[in-house]
């Protein structure tokens, strides 16, 4: 079912009644060489299960058209994006949320002039400076579920906060808040960033979680945050914030842990996955997913 398409990042895995559930973002290969097309704008969400965590199914669904056709596993897609687009997004399930918005997605997005015109009207000061530099904008947006695979996307932005990497989110039952976490930058670095909301409408512009600190090199910097929490608890909060050599073009990812999902320390001994250095036989890119099962 994915032969034409590139599976970006690691996805959602979450236990959910009995089974493993996935949803992963792919980028169909027809649109990589193609400059008209930026890589987010015609990205779909795939589903899988499975009882094991080892052996899975991709049902199809009949749900959501790719090739002229909806016998897929396709659960989001272009037809319910047609102006946004989709890119690292997540899913999750929110205990607190009515039956029909059970299940949440958060994801960036782009932002059509008249989105950008009404946002401005409506919240001229929650723009982060990355999107004030720039012609087209990009930003948060949702999309909610009774069963985690029939989706209605939200019409309004969640917030203007431009996030390229992996952005994931959940329901605090401690802080009674929607936290998310995301892309941020610190005097130009890339780091990882925190947005809350208390009603899964609108969020804060982001403040600073992680930034490359004094003990890293000048070139590496934190590329995506891996949060999750461990599973069964609602207040042991760990992260595998994925680190990114720019001389080595290297990746390797940390952990993290946070006793209240605001303030993180890191635990010491060094990473706690590493690959190789481009061109051996373990190189290559490691992206932490989100959820612990």
Known sequence: QMADEMLLFAGTVIRDEGRYRFWFECWPT???PDERYKMYRFNHVRYGESDDGENWTFPKLDLIERHGSADNNVVYGPSLTPETGYHYGSVFKDPSAPPEE???MIYQGHL??????HYLRERPDDVDAINRGRPEWSGFFGAVSPDG????PLEEPLVAQYSDTHNMCEYDPVLEQYVAYCRN???SRRGIGRVVSDNFRRFTLSEEVLWPDPAMDPDELWYANGKTKMPGTNDYHVMFPKRWSI???KFDFHLYTSPDNL?????PGGPVC?????????GGVVAPGIGLV
């Open 102 to 104: 059970r299940y949440k």
């Open 263 to 267: 303030i993180w320390h890191r635990v």
């Open 112 to 117: 059509s002039e008249a989105m950008k015109e």
């Open 247 to 249: 001389r080595h073009d």
């Open 185 to 187: 930058w610190f005097f």
């Open 30 to 32: 027809e649109q990589i």
């Open 149 to 152: 695979l029939r989706w209605t």
């Open 274 to 282: 590493e690959v190789g250095y481009p061109g051996d036989w373990d």
